[in-house]
């Protein structure tokens, strides 16, 4: 994929230094509980993408600037068209806190 265009996780991670703020090792801490979700969108992203989500993508970016629950709400439904994993649209609601999770591919978190 190109590099460059916005994507959900610049969406949903906006508030990254917030999530990191205040750790003890926040590299950790990313690698714990942010990498493997943005890993996971990624992923999808590339399986799933058209020229249209880029433009919607695009355009809940400059949603999340005025309200980032409204700009949420479109990615989980691109999320939900998808048929994205469940946890993946839960985390995209960003309604709870972030969770350790093991990234793709592997069954075990960060140490």
């Known amino acids: 994929m190109r590099p460059g265009i916005p994507d959900f996780s ?12 205040g750790s003890d090792d926040p590299d950790l801490k990313y ?5 493997q979700w943005k890993s ?3 992923l999808l992203y590339v399986q799933k993408h058209t020229f249209i989500v ?8 400059v949603i999340a600037i005025v309200s980032k629950s409204l ?6 439904g691109i999320l939900q068209k ?8 839960k985390v995209a609601r960003r309604g709870e806190p972030l969770y350790t999770y ?8 960060a140490v």
């Open 82 to 89: 998808w048929d994205a994993d469940a946890r993946l649209i």
């Open 102 to 109: 093991p990234p793709p591919g592997s069954e075990e978190t």
């Open 54 to 61: 880029d433009l919607q993508v695009i355009w809940l970016t």
């Open 71 to 76: 700009a949420l709400k479109g990615v989980q």
């Open 10 to 21: 610049s969406i949903i991670f906006s508030d990254e230094g917030d999530v990191l703020g």
């Open 40 to 42: 996971r969108l990624g």
């Open 31 to 35: 690698n714990q509980v942010i990498r």
